[in-house]
């Protein structure tokens, strides 16, 4: 299960770098698998975090912007091991009976 979170940009910001923001979150001890779909971040916490709360998750969020994406995914379920990103079936994908 995801938490998402979205802002507005003011313009694109290219070039959403995931290693730098995986960096930049473990220096400010938050470790997670960082993936990107364009610039949607996706993070997986590993799971010796302990649940991020409001304000931790809105400094994400800004961190996030500060690397070049618009958007953010949290997993609620942590990991300890990478996952594929795969596309998940939406309702409007299903055949019409």
């Known amino acids: 299960m995801c938490s998402a979170v979205s802002f507005p940009t003011e313009r694109p910001v290219p070039g959403a770098d995931t290693e730098a923001l995986r960096n ?51 997993e609620l379920a942590p990991s300890d091991e990478p996952a594929p990103i795969e596309d998940a079936e939406l309702h409007r994908d299903q055949p019409r009976v």
């Open 24 to 74: 930049a979150l473990a220096d400010r001890g938050v470790h997670a698998f960082v993936d990107a779909d364009g610039t949607l971040a996706i993070l997986r916490p590993f799971a010796s975090m302990p649940p991020l709360d409001a304000t931790a998750r809105a400094d994400l969020v800004r961190l996030a912007k500060a690397h070049g994406f618009t958007h953010v995914a949290l």
